[in-house]
């Protein structure tokens, strides 16, 4: 028996003694293939091709009845034969042929949705692919046209100004695509809401939006922050090509969904510029280029009175002119200028290859396109102002560093007026003094979270014995992260211009109380009081009576042994208000001092009209007392005054014997100085008192 499978080129024989060629036995084959003629010999079909020789032949088909080939076999010496006998070996022709049919598809269907993946994953959404917003998108469309092997793909986003047309011919077509993408596929999408897919050249739809476009198409919709359609990506084909197909839909709304990520990520929402995140990777990848050759610029833009546009014609009428600001700073930038919203009503731009007086010359010409900007909302026109601030690109920052320069020029604009350009120069200070405060308020919320401030003391004396004493003023320092003790006349400036000092001055009356009554057991037995100092800030906060009651019923401090000190400064600024709040705290036990006397100009009027305990005479004065006529009489005109209220007084800036001295002959009842006694911890002081209160027992 021979076994011989026609049209799979297959050919098999039980042994080598065979009387004719390979090429006869298959034309033999074919021959019985073409007499069984369109009869389904799937039961079998046999012929008599010599004595007791026999060719047997039977269709094969795989399960779902499709034809694979014909099963010959040839039988010699046996004129019978039994069919069941060869089903065996016809399931086995089947199920292998099947088995690579599924491998085979499985393959290629493995590639293709391998390709898909790398079409979908290739391209990097994030911030660091962004190139003036266009590597990404079109690295997107390039793969996608390609994948898909269709004529034109197109990627429009109208608001970014993207639109991106990969044709994979230079044949041009009878219709614009530029002028379909904008004005005719962007607004019939957004009208539909959905994915369009035509393959009927007779859709009604394509017919009334497209007239004379004879290309199949898919239109998928990119959504941007509202989850509201801010463009396409798109494709084209040719009306002999293959429908395009739900896998060809579905691919594409990946897609859409993967441009709608580099949207978020890399654009302004309302007004289709970069953000803030891409162009912070703009501006560090201008500084990590080290344009040593040509020097580089940032400006900041704040576009002022926007608040005053919401609120008299609403948020909409603001975001209006917020967008028409973008797109008229927009319009005249170079190519080498990049454009971003930072936030609110604030733009960046960066000048690539332009110094700071070619900068300058440019936020000029910008501040006056601003100024004559014709905003009109429902009939009402809107004034617009601007403040900058401009500074060169340092090559030895990052990118948030350089923003936050820029952010303090821009700052100290804002502060003087509008309409003006702060530039930082070689001989500008203050934006380096700023900078400082910033620092230091990082520093200070530190401090705060982590108790890194510190207590001090110094002693104020009482003139007639300055060998202890009388009481202290509760001063403070900073320990920075090296260990080293920070003067306030670093972190204090800091504290009051970002407005913090309320939080410092409470640190300091809670943990003064807290460590005063851990150690009473001690410092009851003495007679010193402990003065705090409160700041401006602090004095005039409306809660501050509470805060202090609270604090004091905590401790078993009695309120007697408290005072609290305030500038001349301070206590004038509202005179009725002060006088409310020193008398308050009076009431609870507490006395006050009025710290600086004599730095203001109608300082005895002011003296006269609040109740103050004692009256610190302002350094100035005790500092020339001895060699001073003029300070000399100063003082004891304040001494005198003071006395006829009823007021002690304290000098400040006690330096040596001498004016000790002359301070007793005026009447002075206190002093304070270093020559009497230097600051030094809080913790110290206690410790001598408990030291000393051991050797007297």
């Given at each position: 028996?021979?076994?011989l ?8 024989e ?5 009387a ?16 069984a ?24 088909r ?28 016809e399931?086995?022709?089947v199920?292998?042929?099947q ?10 269907e ?7 993946l ?24 390039l ?18 100004d993207?639109l ?21 596929f ?28 004879d290309?199949?198409?898919i239109l ?18 040719d ?20 441009a709608?990520?580099?949207v ?10 970069a953000?803030?995140?891409?162009f912070e ?9 080290g344009?040593?050759n ?9 576009l ?12 909409e009428?603001?975001?209006a002119l917020?967008r ?24 960046a ?5 332009s110094?700071?007086?070619h ?11 601003i100024?004559?900007m014709?905003f ?18 340092s090559l ?22 509008n ?22 308020l990082?520093?200070i919320?530190e ?8 207590l ?26 090296d ?7 670093v ?20 943990h ?7 150690d ?11 003065a705090?100092n ?20 905590r401790?078993?401090v ?11 400064t301070?206590?004038?600024?509202d ?6 709040t ?9 006395e ?6 004599g ?5 005895f ?8 305990n004692?009256?610190k005479i ?11 006529k ?8 304040i ?19 001498s ?10 009842e ?6 009497l ?20 027992a």
């Amino acid at each position: 028996m021979r076994m011989l499978g026609a049209q799979q080129d297959f050919l098999e024989e039980s042994d080598g003694e065979s009387a004719k060629s390979e090429q006869s036995r298959i034309a033999e084959i074919n021959e019985l293939v073409d007499e069984a003629g369109s009869q389904r010999i799937e039961q079998g079909y046999v012929k008599r091709i010599a004595d007791q020789q026999y060719l047997y032949a039977r269709n094969l088909r795989t399960y779902t009845d499709a034809l694979i080939g014909t099963l010959v076999v040839e039988f010699s010496g046996i004129p019978e034969y039994d069919p069941a006998s060869l089903t065996a070996l016809e399931e086995l022709f089947v199920s292998d042929y099947q088995l690579n049919m599924e491998l085979d598809s499985a393959t290629m269907e493995l590639t293709d949705r391998y390709e898909e993946l790398n079409l979908i994953y290739g391209t990097d959404d994030s911030a660091e692919q962004f190139d003036k917003g266009h590597s990404v998108m079109a690295n997107l469309v390039l793969q996608c046209s390609e994948r898909m092997n269709v004529a034109t793909t197109i990627l429009c986003l109208p608001d970014q100004d993207i639109l991106i047309i990969e044709k994979a011919d230079d044949q041009v077509s009878a219709v614009d695509i530029r002028q379909l993408a904008i004005d005719v596929f962007m607004p019939w999408l957004v009208s539909v809401g959905e994915t369009l897919v035509i393959n009927d050249m007779k859709d009604a739809a394509l017919n009334q939006q497209c007239p004379g476009l004879d290309q199949k198409l898919i239109l998928c919709p990119i959504y941007g922050y509202a989850s509201q359609a801010c463009g396409y990506i798109g494709v084209l084909n040719d009306a002999d090509c293959d429908d395009f197909s739900n896998s060809d839909r579905n691919l594409l709304q990946i897609l859409s969904r993967k441009a709608s990520r580099v949207v978020k990520s890399n654009y302004d929402e309302l007004t289709g510029l970069a953000n803030k995140e891409s162009f912070e990777f703009l501006l560090d990848d201008l500084i990590k280029q080290g344009v040593s050759n040509s020097a580089s610029s940032l400006l900041l833009i704040d576009l002022r009175g926007v608040h005053v546009v919401n609120d008299s014609a609403g948020n909409e009428a603001g975001d209006a002119l917020i967008r028409e600001t973008g797109r008229l700073l927009d319009k005249g930038l170079s190519p080498d200028s990049f454009l971003a919203r930072l936030e609110g009503d604030v733009f960046a731009i960066a000048f690539r290859g332009s110094d700071i007086d070619h900068s300058y010359e440019i936020a000029r010409n910008i501040l006056s396109a601003i100024n004559h900007m014709q905003f009109e909302w429902q009939g009402t026109r809107f004034h617009t102002n601007v403040s900058m601030g401009l500074i060169p690109i340092s090559l030895e920052q990052d990118a948030q560093q350089v923003i936050s320069t820029a952010k303090i020029a821009l700052q100290m604009a804002c502060d003087k007026g509008n309409n003006l350009i702060e530039v930082q120069s070689s001989g500008n200070d203050e934006i380096a003094l700023r900078k400082e405060r910033m620092r230091s308020l990082n520093v200070i919320h530190e401090a705060l979270e982590a108790d890194h401030f510190e207590l001090y003391c110094q002693g104020i004396f009482a003139s007639q014995s300055v060998s202890s004493p009388h009481h202290y003023e509760v001063l403070l320092r900073l320990r920075d992260a090296d260990g080293n003790v920070v003067s306030p006349g670093v972190f204090i400036p800091a504290a009051e211009h970002y407005k913090v000092m309320p939080d410092i001055d409470r640190w300091v009356v809670s943990h003064c109380l807290r460590t005063l009554t851990n150690d009473w057991d001690v410092l009851k037995h003495t007679s010193q009081s402990w003065a705090i100092n409160l700041s401006g800030q602090t004095f005039s906060q409306p809660d501050l009576i509470d805060f202090i009651s609270e604090e004091l019923e905590r401790c078993i401090v009695p309120a007697d042994r408290i005072a609290f000190e305030i500038t001349e400064t301070v206590a004038v600024d509202d005179l009725t208000a002060a006088r409310n709040t020193i008398e308050a705290v009076q009431s609870l036990g507490c006395e006050f001092y009025l710290d600086d006397f004599g730095t203001g100009l109608s300082s005895f009027t002011y003296l006269q009209e609040l109740p103050f305990n004692h009256v610190k005479i302002d350094g100035r004065f005790i500092k020339n007392v001895v060699n001073d006529k003029v300070a000399h009489a100063m003082v004891k005109a304040i001494t005198d005054v003071a006395h006829v209220l009823g007021m002690s007084t304290v000098a400040e800036y006690v330096e040596d014997e001498s004016i000790i001295s002359a301070l007793r002959d005026l009447g002075v009842e206190y002093m304070q100085g270093y020559c009497l006694h230097k600051p030094e911890p809080m913790m110290n002081i206690i410790e001598s008192v408990r030291t000393n209160t051991r050797l007297s027992a």
